[in-house]
């Protein structure tokens, strides 16, 4: 069964507009970790964040911001005024950590290429 | 810069030939997995190496084999390769403990091509 669902393959939007990547779940465990991803063109992927399924806390970072919600297996991510250097390929992952699970294995969706046009 | 270096970059091989990849983890992180992402799709997981022992495998075949070193660094090993196996290939590293799983960091993976 998919754990990771990203409905949008791809976004474009022009510079300065906010935009919302969508990222839903599923797990059984009731301990779990979701992060997101940032991956340019060179390929790295590139950590912006890591929360836990007990901290239902909104958080903020510069111009990104994450909206957790239990309650619609929600992790949605927003970037307030784009800019062009914000294109690149954006992955929600999820890993769970009760027993029987393998401690830090990502279950990636299969990402949201965002394209951001000066 | 993430402290995760993968050699080589890229690799062109036949088909039926036998390819290792290898990965520098960060300082300090004992754990080790590898991913295989397609074009056009997420990363999908292979294994995982916890203190030198295989610690979960994805859906991949036994042609797929690993190691992970003392220092832990890791290699990736594949067998019969298939046309199929052509992907970016992304080593993680992270520090876990019996309870909890840390942060993944990537390298910058390594593309292969099999012809």
């Known amino acids: 069964a998919q754990k990771v669902t990203q409905a949008q393959t791809e976004i474009s939007v022009v510079e300065k507009e906010d935009v919302t990547l969508d990222c839903v779940y599923e797990t059984r465990d009731t301990t779990y970790y979701l992060f997101w991803y940032k991956q340019p063109p060179s390929g790295e992927l590139v950590f912006l964040i890591r929360r836990n399924s007990f901290d239902e806390q909104n958080e903020i970072s510069g111009r990104y911001s994450w909206n957790f919600q239990k309650s619609t297996s929600s992790f949605n991510f927003t970037i307030t005024a784009s800019q062009v250097v914000d294109s690149a390929v954006y992955f929600c992952a999820l890993s769970e950590a009760n027993r029987g699970s393998t401690l830090g294995r990502l279950y990636f969706g299969r990402g949201t290429q965002l394209t951001v046009w000066p | 810069e993430t402290g995760v270096t993968q050699s080589p970059t890229h690799l062109i091989k036949t088909r039926g030939q036998q390819v290792t990849l290898r990965c520098s983890s960060q300082?300090?992180?004992?754990?080790v997995s590898w991913y295989q992402q397609a074009l056009g799709q997420g990363p999908q997981f292979i294994f995982q190496y916890y203190r030198e022992e295989e610690n979960g495998r994805g859906n991949f075949p036994p042609r797929f084999s690993g190691l992970q070193f003392p220092n832990y660094s890791s290699e990736l090993n594949v067998n019969a390769l298939e046309l199929d196996d052509s992907a970016l290939y992304l080593c993680?590293?992270?520090?876990?403990?019996?309870?909890?799983?840390?942060?993944?960091?990537f390298g910058q993976g390594t593309r292969l091509t099999v012809v």
């Open positions: 993680a590293s992270s520090q876990n403990t019996y309870t909890q799983g840390g942060e993944a960091f």
């Open positions: 300082s300090g992180h004992n754990t």
